[in-house]
Each structure stands twice: as structure tokens, then as C-alpha cells.
């Protein structure tokens, strides 16, 4: 890890030069929502003063709605057009999120290669959350908001400067001409990370909470915690570590499709008999929560949330997976009936 | 690199009604591509299965019903039910239609090796288990197993898929076949009951033996507790489960159960790996 350091005046005419070279993805205020989007005019690119986007930048890389192949008798898949691009000003909990659904859509038999292109294509510059909001969590599921893992470049907002944090070879190539940040100044980075460290909440004990939720699995708990679900959906969708997808046939573009799906949905599960494994949201809420905080557990030994805290910010009815999470953990569902 | 959403080009080489009541046909599939028909050998273990593809109507898994030997085709017995089955129902010998495969992880045959297997199929599901009966009676497989047993329920006779090859199964002396179907009807020489009846009374001894189950959720629902009174232990009983699926290879998140992917997990598990997971089949 190298740590470089440049003016904030600086940093805008570096993006404008990067826009040059390569695509690069930034937050752009459109009708007053910040969304990452290709960058056109690098002045409209916002940098600082917001916590984070309400659309996840996993878009860029597994789109709402994506093309896989075209109908001419039969199917072939679309050529892979992607050039290198710079994603810039993801927050922490959303580069290390890349990096759950790289688990989960790449293996060696059968990589999902819409994906695997797009992202290995892609320079990830986060940015640290030096203001945190109410609803963030990430320290809590085993994140920081200055997390340096899953980026290549990771910038600290310092007064009228960045600190740069360059972490991989990839950063290495785009930042070599920045000057190394003095001590004082790393020392006062350091200052500012333990001070908005200290305001977040505390480290959740993964292994207890996977075996307090795999416990409660047939109590009553589970309706209890999903009363008010209205089953939108919105909380998955906007979610950046949910990957589940549908296959569709376009008939009229001749296109086969994938668009994000979510298991919050009852036709998700539903099957042909018209057997439902999960039928009610009371099944559904449970696999949304399992998903994250036990079977990821399960398979890689670490919690599937990030603690952006989307889903609790953005459910209609304020449905929160940190109080479901809590209340797993203290066993409410003891002594619920089965 | 291969794109593992994208089918492959297959033809229907033969169709057969397998059902009195017309719902079950049987499609043989030809290769249009030899790298697709070399790739699918090397690959193909009994209990797997594919996704087959007609635009327009999607895709939709089934299990293969034919074992290597049979010759350069892939035999798929389809149930009449939705927009996809309803579709390959409609089509005729000649008809091009896609293909992935093959999926899953299938039966362990080379574990059950030096083993009794005992066959139980109910209704439609009993296609994958065909296959890998079909495969284990091979005279170059046969002597890799002790006893074969198998025991096949449906409805009535007129529901039984296969019924030339079961015929012919009932002939041999290195198989003993079981047929059971739920009411009586002139001229039946076999079992009338339901499978789990049948089994307590057959009592097969589980010495050596894997129990291998396929057949619609009630009918594993009460065999299950038969076995293990029987003495099996779950981790000698198989069994094949169906989800909802799409990508067919553990990406679209559909048909988990726990953290285990049916599609690519399974479709087959023990029943000991079955208790470790949530129950939520
Ligand atoms: C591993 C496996 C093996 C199977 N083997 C066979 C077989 O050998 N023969 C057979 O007739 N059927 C089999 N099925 C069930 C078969 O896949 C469904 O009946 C079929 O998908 C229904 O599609 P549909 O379009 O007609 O129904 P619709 O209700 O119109 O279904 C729409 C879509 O939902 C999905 N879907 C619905 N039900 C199921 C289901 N039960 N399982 C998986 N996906 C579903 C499919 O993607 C389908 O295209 C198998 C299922 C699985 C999971
Ligand atoms: S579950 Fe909620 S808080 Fe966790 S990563 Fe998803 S949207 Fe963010
Ligand atoms: S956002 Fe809230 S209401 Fe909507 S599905 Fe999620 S938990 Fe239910
Ligand atoms: S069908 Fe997509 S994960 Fe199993």
C-alpha cells in the first residue's frame, strides 16, 4: 500500500484527464439523485458531501436488465464489448459487496462471463464515509467505512485535500505521479478514522448470530419479524450483494434477457405444481435475512451484508435487518412456538 | 471461454407417448454440433439433467432419462403441465430445439460400487432413476454391484412410462422389479397399494444397500420414515429434489436450500445432508 496525497483541485483535473483514457463511472446529480453513471462532463461528477447512492453500482457490472443473447434459430450470446473503465466514489461497503457477487456469479466450471468481463475491466476507486449515516452499519458486519479491501485506490476527504490510498497494481498505474502524503499528514488520517470509527456500532459475533437464526428457523419469530412486508421487493433490488436474476425470453427483440429478480416475490420460488416453498412473506423475510447473515456464513465464513443500510432506509413500512439481527442474536424466538 | 447461459443447438430425433393419458412423452435429442455431443458424454453421470430451450417460452430443467450406452442421443420424458412443457408437447420429430448440460452433480455410482441399491420411483419421477438402472444393468457395469432392486408405483398401469423396458426387467434374473399401483385392475400380476405400503412389506434388509428415491413429495414424505424404520441410515438414502430454477448452475440465487444449490449442489442428497439443512423443501 502506497499512501499519496493531492488537492481537492487537483483531484478534479486528474478525473478530467482519466475521462480522456478510459470510461469512467461517477455519482451525477440527475434531477437531484445521485446515481453512477458514465461520465460525460467531469464538472457535474459529485464528490463529497453525500453518504451514498440509492441505486447500487452493481448495476454497472449486473445490470437491471441485461441482453445475454439473440434469437436468429438459434440463441447466440452477445460479443463482449467492454474497455476499461474507472469506477470512482464507491463507498467501501459497496466495492467490498463486488467482491460477494464476484463469489457468487464466478466459479471455475461455469463463470458467469457478462459479469467476470465487466469487472475485471474495471479500476474501483472507493472513497472513505467520513460521515457515516444514521442508518450505515458496516463496522458491525465486519466492514469500516475506510475499508481499503476490494478497492484499487482509496480516497480519504481531508479539509481541502484527499488522502489516496493506492492498493493495488491497477492503482498503482493511475496515481504514480501523485506526491507521497507526509506523517503529520497520515497521522491526522488516522485521527479522523478512529474518531467516526468510534461513533459506529460494534462488531456483531457472526458465528452466534448464524447459530441463534439457524435455531430459529421454525419458531414463530419469523412472523412476528415480517408483520408489516408489504413484499415490494425494493429492499433486494437496491440491495449491492443481491444477485438473483430471472431468464426471459423478449420475443419481439428476439433477445433473451436477464432482469434482477428477488426472492421476495412469491412467483420466485413458485413451481409448476403450484408446490411454493415459501408461500407467505413469512417464509420470504426468513430467507432474505438467512440469506445474509447465515448462508453466507455457511459458505465463505463471512456475513453477506455490508451494512450500507439501504434496505433500511428505503422500506416503505421500516422494516430494519439490524433490529431482526439484534433480535436473533438475544433469542426472542425462544420459547416462540414451532 | 464457454458461456454457460447459452444452449446449445439439439434436434428431436424420436418421440414417444409414454402415458395412456397422453401427459408423458418421451423426446430423444440428436447433436446438431459434435463438439456438443463429445462434450456432453465426457461429462454425462446418471441423475443429472438439462435445461432445455424453445425461444420464446424459456427454458425448463429435466432430468435425463437415458443412460450413455443407449447410443448418440439424450432421452427427456416430459410431464404436460405449463408454458414450457405444453410447448415441447406440441413438437414434432425434426423440430430443432436448445439445450445446457448436463447440470447437477448426480447419483455417486462409483461409491455405491460393491453395494445393494434398492430403486424406489413414483409417477414421472421415476426417469433419472431408468437411467441409472439402465446404466448399473450394462453387462460392463453390472458386476460392479451386489443386488439390484427396484420398486416403481404409479396411479395405474396405464400411467407406468417405460413399460417395454419394465417388461423386459421383469424377465431378467439380475434385477428384481417391484410394480405397484394404487387401486386394483384386471389382468395386474404385480403390487396394488401405495409405494410406501408396498416397501414395508416387501422389508428390504439394508446390509450393504443404498436406498435411491425419486417420486412426487407425498410419496418421499412417507416412504422416508418406511426406510428408516427399515433400518437404513441417511446417509444410504438418496434422494432427488426439484426447485424452481433458471440458470441451472448455482448463479440466479433461485433454488437454494440453506446455502446448498439444488442445481448445482444436487438435485441429488442424502437424507443426511438433507437434515443439516433448513427445512425448506
Ligand atoms: C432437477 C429437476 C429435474 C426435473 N426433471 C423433470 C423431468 O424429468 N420431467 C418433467 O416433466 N419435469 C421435470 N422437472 C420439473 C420441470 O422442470 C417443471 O415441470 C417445468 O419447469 C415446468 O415448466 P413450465 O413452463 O411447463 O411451467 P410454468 O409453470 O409455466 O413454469 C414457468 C417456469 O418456471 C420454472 N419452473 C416451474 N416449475 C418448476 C419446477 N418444478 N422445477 C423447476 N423449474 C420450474 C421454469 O423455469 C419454467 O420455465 C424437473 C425439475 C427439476 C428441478
Ligand atoms: S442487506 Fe441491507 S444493509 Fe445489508 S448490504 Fe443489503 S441493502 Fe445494504
Ligand atoms: S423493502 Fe420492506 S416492505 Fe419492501 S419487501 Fe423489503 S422488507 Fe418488505
Ligand atoms: S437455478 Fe439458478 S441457482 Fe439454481
Redesign the interface.
Known amino acids: 500500500m502506497q499512501a499519496k496525497w493531492i488537492s481537492k483541485k487537483e483531484l478534479k483535473k486528474l478525473l478530467t484527464a482519466w475521462t480522456k483514457h478510459y470510461l469512467v463511472y461517477a455519482p451525477i446529480d440527475n434531477d437531484h439523485e445521485l446515481a453512477f453513471q458514465m461520465v460525460k462532463e467531469p464538472a457535474r461528477i459529485v464528490v463529497d458531501g453525500y453518504s451514498n447512492t440509492r441505486y447500487p453500482a452493481k448495476s454497472l457490472f449486473l445490470p437491471q436488465s441485461e441482453v445475454?443473447?439473440k434469437?436468429d434459430?438459434?440463441?447466440?450470446?452477445v460479443e463482449n464489448t467492454e474497455k476499461e473503465k474507472i469506477l470512482f466514489g464507491i463507498r467501501p461497503c459497496d466495492a467490498h459487496a463486488m467482491q460477494l457477487l464476484e463469489h457468487?456469479?464466478v466459479?471455475v466450471?461455469?463463470?458467469?462471463?457478462y459479469w467476470k468481463q465487466k469487472r475485471e475491466s474495471a479500476i474501483v476507486i472507493s472513497k472513505a464515509c467520513i460521515a457515516p449515516e444514521e442508518t450505515c452499519f458496516c463496522t458491525a458486519v465486519g466492514g469500516s467505512p475506510f475499508n481499503t479491501a476490494d478497492s484499487d485506490v482509496l480516497l480519504v476527504e481531508m479539509g481541502e485535500d484527499y488522502c489516496v490510498y493506492v492498493l493495488t497494481e491497477k492503482g498503482i498505474s493511475l496515481c504514480k505521479e501523485l506526491p507521497d502524503a507526509e506523517d503529520t499528514q497520515l497521522q491526522a488520517v488516522k485521527k479522523l478514522t478512529k474518531k467516526v470509527v468510534g461513533r459506529m456500532p460494534v462488531l456483531l459475533p457472526k458465528q452466534e448470530l448464524h447459530n441463534a437464526l439457524?435455531a430459529s428457523?421454525?419458531t414463530e419469530f419469523w412472523k412476528d419479524v415480517s408483520q408489516s412486508c408489504l413484499g415490494c421487493g425494493v429492499c433486494t433490488f437496491l440491495c449491492p450483494s443481491c444477485?438473483?436474476?430471472?431468464?426471459?425470453?423478449e420475443?419481439v427483440r428476439?433477445e433473451?434477457v436477464?432482469n434482477w429478480?428477488t426472492?421476495m416475490f412469491r412467483t420466485?420460488?413458485?413451481?409448476?405444481?403450484g408446490?411454493n416453498?415459501?408461500p407467505t412473506k413469512v417464509?420470504r423475510t426468513r430467507?432474505r435475512i438467512?440469506?445474509k447473515f447465515?448462508?453466507?456464513v455457511?459458505?465463505i465464513d463471512e456475513i453477506g451484508c455490508t451494512g450500507c443500510g439501504r434496505c433500511v432506509k428505503y422500506c416503505p413500512v421500516n422494516i430494519d435487518i439490524r433490529e431482526i439481527a439484534e433480535k436473533a442474536l438475544h433469542r426472542e424466538f425462544e420459547g416462540m412456538k414451532k | 471461454m464457454k458461456n454457460c447461459y447459452e444452449p446449445f443447438p439439439m434436434h428431436i430425433e424420436r418421440i414417444v407417448i409414454e402415458t395412456t393419458d397422453t401427459t408423458l412423452k418421451s423426446f430423444e435429442l440428436t447433436f446438431d454440433r459434435e463438439a456438443d455431443r463429445k462434450d456432453f458424454f465426457v461429462k454425462y453421470n446418471p441423475g443429472q439433467f438439462c435445461q432445455l430451450s424453445i425461444f420464446g417460452k424459456g427454458e425448463a430443467p429435466i432430468g435425463i432419462a437415458s443412460a450413455a450406452w443407449e447410443g448418440d442421443f439424450v432421452r427427456f420424458t416430459v410431464q404436460k403441465l405449463g408454458k414450457f412443457t405444453s410447448a415441447i408437447h406440441a413438437m414434432h420429430v425434426g423440430d430443432p430445439i436448445g439445450m445446457r448440460g448436463p447440470l447437477g452433480n448426480g447419483f455417486p455410482l462409483d461409491k455405491w460400487k460393491g453395494m445393494n441399491i434398492l430403486v424406489i420411483g413414483g409417477g414421472c419421477a421415476f426417469s433419472t432413476l431408468y437411467a441409472m438402472t439402465k446404466h448399473i444393468l450394462h453387462p460392463s457395469h453390472r458386476a460392479d454391484y451386489a443386488e439390484i432392486t427396484a420398486l416403481y408405483g404409479t396411479r395405474n398401469s396405464g400411467l407406468c412410462l417405460y413399460k417395454p423396458v419394465i417388461e423386459e426387467w421383469h424377465n431378467r434374473n439380475d434385477i428384481v422389479v417391484h410394480q405397484a399401483i394404487d387401486v386394483p385392475e384386471d389382468n395386474w400380476k404385480y403390487h396394488i397399494g401405495f409405494v410406501p405400503a408396498v416397501l414395508e412389506e416387501m422389508a428390504p434388509k439394508p446390509d450393504n444397500t443404498v436406498a435411491v428415491l425419486c417420486g412426487p413429495p407425498v410419496m418421499t414424505k412417507f416412504t422416508l420414515p418406511i426406510l428408516t424404520k427399515l433400518a437404513f441410515p441417511p446417509e444410504r438414502i438418496y434422494t432427488s429434489l426439484e426447485k424452481r430454477m433458471k440458470c441451472g448452475v448455482g448463479h440466479c440465487g433461485r433454488c437454494n436450500i440453506g446455502h446448498k444449490y439444488v442445481c448445482k449442489d444436487g438435485p441429488v442428497f442424502t437424507l443426511k445432508e438433507l437434515q443439516e439443512l433448513p427445512n425448506e423443501i
Not at chain 1, 434459430?73 to 450470446?77: A, N, Q, R, V
Not at chain 1, 444477485?243 to 425470453?249: A, S
Open positions: 445475454l443473447m434469437y434459430g438459434i440463441l447466440h450470446s457468487a456469479l466459479d466450471e461455469n463463470p458467469d462471463l439457524m428457523f421454525e444477485f438473483c436474476f430471472d431468464i426471459v425470453d420475443t428476439k433473451r436477464r429478480d426472492c420466485y420460488s413458485l413451481e409448476a405444481s408446490h416453498p415459501r417464509e430467507q438467512m440469506h447465515a448462508y453466507w455457511d459458505l
